[in-house]
């Protein structure tokens, strides 16, 4: 018995190959268009994962700190840690902002935390964790920092005591941890002409620069200067309880919102890149149709150029499911040489794009039935032309 | 013998699509989510570590002084200039004496006018005197002349009474001349006070010092309190350290210090703590401490600046043998502290007491561990019981990250 498919493609296998490539390259395309997807849905789960919360505490009816501004003040964490059923609670300050990079800018998340509570990085590849409460930061591999580096923050510097990987904010921005302190000073400070302008205005008002009462002005000044505020408190539950359990104290009895990780997720997967998932989602399918359009085209004409052949063999007497699966055959060794060049064309291009791509293995899968059904989808055109080809035409 | 040109064909195709799913299969294995996680390990080892205190603080002067009048009043003259240095007891400013010396003028007209009256009642207490001798004598004789019958014994009493009228009149005369007496020492006093405000109103430097503000000028009027000029020791010059309470175990006076100023980032200078202070700040949870300088930077200037921020360090005596562990390896898992050991291959998750910790961020491991243990150091991702890990040599190329 001899393969009537893999003869016809020994004949012209080079266009075959070629075809094939090119298929693999447009579905290399579609499969790293998902892997954008998910990798922003993983962005997002990335920061849940990392912040090690079970429940997020914010300033009352905000969505907290990753869709909108949330602001309360830093001793709110210590009722909170009073509250029956909370582990551990910790606040924490974020902050996306530029930083220069070698005379370049890069866009980072600040992230102001507590050393070894949530919303610290779990684990690092490089250096160690900050041990001094001032001045240290650990920072993503991503934003291209090397350990000793320094990173210069409003007005102070910073060196880069640690590396760690794959924290990133939900826009996919990489992560610069910094001790809680120096964050608030960061975001919540002012700036330097700033602070000197306010001081001028509070000299020039005669309610606080009263004469007779000497200090007033000084006390007004330092007031204005000080930042108390965080962004959220993360809290960790203590086992046992169920974090619907421990939110409702805290949401009833401290006037704050609490969100749990489900609620959170809500948050960050389907409100915030709910347009970006859309509209990846068209691209996916006008590359489906296009990927399709071409297989269907490329098994066409193939067939078309072998209408002669095709009706020698009926002349013969092949049975019409032999031609059928002949082309069946090729169509599905297109899709399957198409598939491996894409896979592997997606992860080798994969890591160079500016924000992640998660190749999901079931998304591979996915893949390959789509493109596999693609494919037979497609050859039935050309195999209804090539069943309705007339044996005469060979001799004809 | 030469090949058929059908098999070369076919041989190509094959090595083609060999190629190609060895590549899959690479792919699929190395990359993604069924890759092995890359982790980087180290041993446990013994070894001590000295732990140190970090801190931020601001330079201050444990010495300073805000001059300024007792009373409200209106500044006449400032002689000195912020970053002049004083001697004690130098004139520094003036105020304003507004009638003072009206009033000084006029005490000593009283004190003249005392003095006068004072006359007076020394010459009315002669003429008592005077008096009283005639009345006196005359006594004596109508006494000598009433014995002999001479006179009625109504005339001796009018010459008694006499006696006792001068008497009374020298009481009187003596004691308005100790009331003018005392008028001249009410006004004395008075005029004392007096010129003693007068005196107050030289603001003179209370002790060696520097000028570090001028805050009112001649013309000025400011209120009883308020300074108008302010002094500091610049020999008395301190930080206010500020430490977390969470990370000063151990900070007590007495304690080594490497003090660096913003001013000089690249300088480190030595210091002592002076004082911890009883009070921490329950607001920024932070202790505050006050680190002497051991010598304060030379300079044209004061080599120091009050209200400059400077970074402390401060060596804590490195602790008794005991493992070591880079706190890279601590991690969190389920609520707990630990460590990921590997053993015979596999990963666990092992909690660990931890002890002290040094600023390198080396830290002690007091118990869960035991020496020669193999613990992950860095790890790509997190790490799960059992997940499967390939062991690197490095996971960031030395020097710079990707």
């Known amino acids: ?396 | 013998m030469k090949m058929n040109p059908q098999t070369s064909r076919r041989l190509l195709l094959g090595g083609l699509a060999l190629a190609l799913v060895a590549a899959l299969a690479f792919v699929a294995l190395r990359t993604g989510p069924l890759a092995p996680i890359k982790v980087q390990v180290v041993e446990v080892k013994k070894g001590s570590v000295s732990p140190a205190i970090f801190g931020i603080g601001q330079v201050e002067a444990q010495r300073s002084w805000m001059v300024g009048p007792t009373v409200a009043g209106r500044v006449l003259g400032v002689k000195v200039d912020v970053g002049q240095a004083v001697l004690p007891g130098q004139a520094l400013a003036e105020m304003d004496p507004v009638d003072l010396d009206q009033r000084l003028a006029a005490l000593d007209a009283s004190l003249a006018r005392a003095q006068s009256a004072q006359q007076a009642s020394g010459a009315q207490v002669a003429d008592a005197q005077a008096r009283r001798a005639l009345a006196a004598a005359n006594l004596k004789r109508n006494e000598d002349l009433a014995r002999q019958n001479f006179i009625s014994a109504g005339a001796l009493e009018a010459r008694s009474q006499e006696v006792a009228s001068a008497n009374a009149g020298v009481a009187a005369a003596q004691a308005n001349l100790g009331g003018s007496a005392q008028d001249i020492t009410r006004l004395r006093a008075e005029r004392a006070a007096l010129a003693q405000q007068r005196g107050n109103l030289k603001l003179v430097a209370p002790a060696a010092a520097v000028v570090t503000a001028r805050e009112a000028e001649a013309g000025t009027t400011v209120v009883a309190g308020q300074a108008v000029l302010r002094l500091m020791d610049p020999a008395s010059l301190w930080v206010k350290l500020r430490v977390d309470q969470g990370r000063s175990a151990g900070l007590a006076p007495g304690l080594m210090a490497r003090i660096t100023l913003r001013s000089r980032p690249g300088e480190t200078l030595a210091g002592q703590v002076a004082r911890v202070e009883p009070l921490a700040d329950s607001v920024t949870e932070e202790r505050l401490a006050m680190v002497a300088f051991d010598a304060l930077p030379a300079g044209a200037s004061l080599g120091a600046s009050v209200g400059e921020m400077a970074e402390v360090t401060l060596q804590l005596p490195a602790t008794a043998q005991s493992l070591l562990l880079p706190n890279a390896a601590v991690v969190q898992h389920e609520g707990q502290t630990g460590v990921w050991r590997l053993k015979d291959g596999t990963l666990e998750f092992a909690p660990v007491t931890l002890g002290v910790q040094g600023l390198d961020g080396t830290v002690q491991a007091l118990g869960g561990l035991d020496e020669g243990d193999t613990v992950v150091l860095y790890s790509q991702t997190a790490l799960k019981p059992g997940a499967r890990i390939a062991v690197v040599e490095q996971l960031v190329p030395a020097g710079g990250a990707k």
């Not at chain 1, 964790?129 to 923050?153: M, Q, S």
């Not at chain 1, 941890?177 to 509070?202: G, H, S, Y």
């Open chain 1, 1 to 396: 018995m001899i393969s009537l498919a893999g003869r016809d493609i020994l004949h012209g296998w080079s266009k075959y190959v070629l075809t094939g490539l090119g298929l693999g390259l447009l579905i290399g395309v579609t499969l790293t268009m998902a892997g954008v997807y998910r990798g922003m849905v993983d962005d997002a789960h990335a920061l849940l994962a990392n912040s090690r919360a079970d429940l997020w505490v914010v300033q009352k009816d905000t969505q907290g700190p990753y869709a909108e501004s949330s602001s309360i003040k830093d001793d709110v964490v210590r009722s909170v840690r009073g509250m029956p059923g909370v582990a551990a609670a910790a606040n924490v300050a974020y902050l996306t902002m530029q930083v220069q990079k070698g005379g370049q800018d890069q866009r980072v998340m600040v992230v102001g935390m507590e050393p070894g509570m949530p919303g610290a990085p779990g684990y690092l590849v490089a250096g160690r964790h900050i041990t001094r409460n001032h001045y240290e930061a650990v920072a993503d591999v991503k934003t291209g920092f090397a350990l000793g580096d320094t990173v210069r923050i409003r007005r102070h510097h910073y060196t880069v005591v640690g590396l760690t990987r794959r924290m990133v904010s939900s826009g996919g921005d990489p992560m610069l941890f910094v001790p809680m302190k120096d964050a608030q000073e960061t975001q919540f400070l002012k700036d330097n002409d700033a602070i000197v302008n306010d001081r001028a205005r509070t000299a020039a008002n005669p309610a606080f620069n009263r004469p007779g009462s000497p200090g007033l002005l000084e006390a007004v000044q330092a007031l204005q200067t000080s930042s108390r505020n965080v962004n959220a408190v993360l809290v960790q539950i203590a086992p046992g309880f169920t974090p619907e359990q421990v939110a409702e104290p805290i949401r009833r009895w401290k006037h704050l919102s609490v969100y749990t990780r489900d609620g959170m997720e809500d948050i960050l997967v389907v409100k915030l890149i709910a347009n970006s998932a859309k509209q990846i989602g068209m691209f996916l399918v006008i590359l489906a149709i296009v990927s399709a359009a071409i297989v269907a085209f490329i098994i066409y004409t193939m067939t078309m150029g072998k209408l002669r052949e095709i009706a020698v063999l009926k002349l013969i007497g092949t049975r019409d499911r032999t031609i059928a699966g002949m082309i069946l055959q090729q169509a599905l060794g297109l899709g399957l040489i198409g598939f491996a060049v894409g896979k592997v064309a997606a992860t080798v291009w994969g890591p160079a794009f500016p924000k992640y791509v998660l190749l999901l293995p079931g998304d591979a899968v996915a893949g390959l039935v789509a493109t596999l059904l693609m494919c037979a989808l497609a050859s039935t055109l050309a195999i209804r032309v090539a069943l309705k080809v007339d044996p005469g035409a060979a001799i004809g």
